[in-house]
């Protein structure tokens, strides 16, 4: 079964390889946080912590699974640490996928950081981007979840 995912991910940095995670076809996607371009992220980010924070809970709304796409600078981004606090307490399962050696616009990996903490504290499974094992993973961390339904 399809699951509507929330992906949390640095936007500036990681916003191509996430793509390619997202458009994968594999699950049904909710837009970053809410953003669907760079220039509401922009003009959210303008308005101050707040807004950014009522386009994440908005993007939030109506997910069952939060998927955490590592990169290089993830770890250190407020706004994907409240993500995750946040998924937690709405009952989202979690896993995450580390997306270095997706290649980037350019044809380009990136050096890989570590899993955010907030992430690894709540148990979360961590893998490496694998299209073919995508769905079963989402699938798998809703489960973990809602073991009942």
Request: hydrophobic share 40%; proline share 3%.
């Amino acid at each position: 079964m399809a699951r509507k995912v929330f992906f949390s991910f640095h936007y500036e940095r990681d916003i191509w390889r996430t793509n390619v995670v997202r458009n994968s076809g594999v699950v049904e996607g909710s837009a970053a946080a809410g953003f669907h371009d760079a220039s509401l992220w922009e003009e959210a980010k303008r308005k101050g912590d707040a807004e950014v924070k009522r386009l994440i809970d908005a993007g939030l709304f109506g997910t069952s699974v939060t998927v955490v796409l590592i990169g290089a600078q993830t770890a250190q981004r407020k706004f994907v640490d409240y993500e995750i606090g946040k998924s937690i307490a709405r009952g989202n399962g979690l896993l995450g996928i580390y997306i270095s050696g997706i290649k980037d616009q350019s044809g380009a990996t990136d050096a890989q950081g570590p899993a955010p903490q907030r992430l690894l504290n709540a148990g979360a499974p961590c893998y490496y981007w694998d299209r073919s094992k995508f769905g079963e993973w989402v699938e798998a961390a809703f489960k973990k979840a809602h073991p009942y339904g």
